[in-house]
């Protein structure tokens, strides 16, 4: 049988959750069945050269900005030539709006996106409206959270048989609990006696880095031998270090920059932190649970549906620096706590969100789109 051909659209492979999940998923797609393919709108990103290794195509048309009309002839000649059967955008933006667009204009059998956030921010209320528009033209909206199809439902209007709610996933045999990490703390700073406490999240104001900051000069108060990790980079790296430096705790936060060694990271960890004011469904705590690691996160979007206060972690109202580092401090007080959470976190990821049955269930809604684009022709 001759497999289906997927365009996957989205903005650039940069680092990020949605471009990891996205690795997943090609790396475990039954390519018997499925040949991906990828089209990043503005350049390939540093992530192309490894989707290359797993022998994907990545092409990048190079965009100038949200409204180069050069996308749709050079879109175009790709679904053409790759002959595709199933073009999959990958955000709520641009990318979401082009690839339904050309997918419309060829009349692409299937069309589907995948959104991972909620909400949009005002300055892409134009490409907001123009999204609406396509609706009733894309086959399935992706939804990565129950949270986030809540809202897709009552927020956007969108129809729910329209809606499909695939969780993030995770390799979870990537992260064995058992493995010992190579990384010595000394290398990267952290006294050898000091407890660690990480945040792996770009450097994005929505982050809220400045909370995780107050927070961390609020243990340091109580438990002096304590390090903070600060794992990512982006846009918000100089006013995190300027806050660093405001609260003179420079010895102790240290900030590493982007890291393609994850579970290494993670392994150092004593607890696991997301400060958010917003999330959908995050891979940060996947992964942190799949080291068994407690995790302290903000109460938002679908971030309740895999952490259970008390039970594998603590949830914290957002913006909350205090609500933050009591967390915090609950389990560098007790340890065997953390390390119970830690152990009913990675059982829950490996229940609920293994990457063979997701991957199954994501395979399963592409097959039965092309019968039913099938029968309609």
């Given at each position: 049988m001759r497999a289906y051909n997927i365009l996957f659209v989205l903005t650039e492979l940069f680092v990020g959750g949605a471009q990891r999940q996205l690795y997943r998923i090609i790396a475990n797609l039954d390519r018997e069945k499925f040949n991906p393919v990828i089209c990043c709108l503005k350049k390939e990103g540093i992530l192309a050269e490894d989707f290359r290794r797993l022998g994907i195509r990545v092409t990048a048309i190079n965009s100038r900005n949200k409204r180069d009309l050069r996308v749709i002839p050079r879109l175009l000649n790709i679904l053409r030539k790759e002959e595709i059967h199933i073009i999959y955008t990958i955000g709520a933006g641009d990318s979401m709006f082009w690839g339904r667009l050309c997918g419309v204009i060829l009349n692409t059998p299937v069309r589907i996106s995948s959104v991972h956030r909620i909400g949009y921010p005002l300055h892409e209320k134009t490409i907001e409206f123009l999204n609406k528009l396509l609706v009733p033209f894309?086959?399935?909206?992706?939804?990565?959270?129950?949270?986030?199809?809540?809202?897709?439902?009552?927020?956007?209007?969108?129809?729910?048989?329209?809606?499909?709610?695939?969780?993030?996933?995770?390799?979870?045999?990537?992260?064995?609990?058992?493995?010992?990490?190579?990384?010595?703390?000394?290398?990267?700073?952290?006294?050898?006696?000091?407890?660690?406490?990480?945040?792996?999240?770009?450097?994005?104001?929505?982050?809220?880095h400045d909370i995780f900051i107050k927070a961390a000069a609020d243990v340091l108060d109580v438990f002096p031998h304590t390090s903070f990790?600060?794992?990512?980079?982006?846009?918000?790296?100089?006013?995190?270090?300027?806050?660093?430096?405001?609260?003179?705790?420079?010895?102790?936060?240290?900030?590493?920059?982007?890291?393609?060694?994850?579970?290494?990271?993670?392994?150092?960890?004593?607890?696991?932190?997301?400060?958010?004011?917003?999330?959908?469904?995050?891979?940060?705590?996947?992964?942190?649970?799949?080291?068994?690691?407690?995790?302290?996160?903000?109460?938002?979007?679908?971030?309740?549906?895999?952490?259970?206060?008390?039970?594998?972690?603590?949830?914290?109202?957002?913006?909350?620096?205090?609500?933050?580092?009591?967390?915090?401090?609950?389990?560098?007080?007790?340890?065997?706590?953390?390390?119970?959470?830690?152990?009913?976190?990675?059982?829950?990821?490996?229940?609920?969100?293994?990457?063979?049955?997701?991957?199954?269930?994501?395979?399963?809604?592409?097959?039965?789109?092309?019968?039913?684009?099938?029968?309609?022709?």
């Open positions: 894309t086959d399935r909206i992706i939804a990565v959270a129950e949270a986030q199809r809540k809202y897709l439902v009552e927020k956007e209007g969108i129809s729910e048989d329209k809606l499909e709610v695939i969780y993030n996933t995770i390799d979870i045999d990537r992260y064995r609990i058992d493995s010992q990490s190579k990384l010595d703390k000394g290398l990267l700073g952290i006294p050898e006696d000091d407890k660690i406490v990480g945040i792996i999240a770009s450097l994005r104001p929505d982050k809220r990790l600060i794992v990512g980079d982006g846009s918000e790296k100089a006013n995190i270090e300027s806050l660093i430096d405001r609260y003179d705790i420079g010895a102790k936060v240290h900030m590493v920059g982007n890291r393609d060694d994850i579970p290494e990271i993670l392994s150092l960890l004593d607890i696991s932190v997301l400060s958010s004011e917003h999330e959908v469904f995050p891979n940060t705590i996947l992964e942190s649970f799949a080291m068994g690691k407690p995790v302290v996160a903000t109460a938002v979007g679908g971030v309740p549906e895999i952490v259970y206060d008390g039970y594998n972690g603590f949830l914290v109202p957002p913006y909350d620096h205090i609500a933050l580092s009591n967390a915090i401090k609950r389990i560098l007080h007790s340890p065997t706590l953390g390390q119970r959470m830690g152990e009913e976190g990675r059982r829950i990821v490996a229940e609920r969100f293994n990457i063979e049955s997701l991957i199954k269930k994501r395979e399963a809604l592409f097959s039965s789109l092309i019968e039913n684009s099938n029968r309609r022709r």
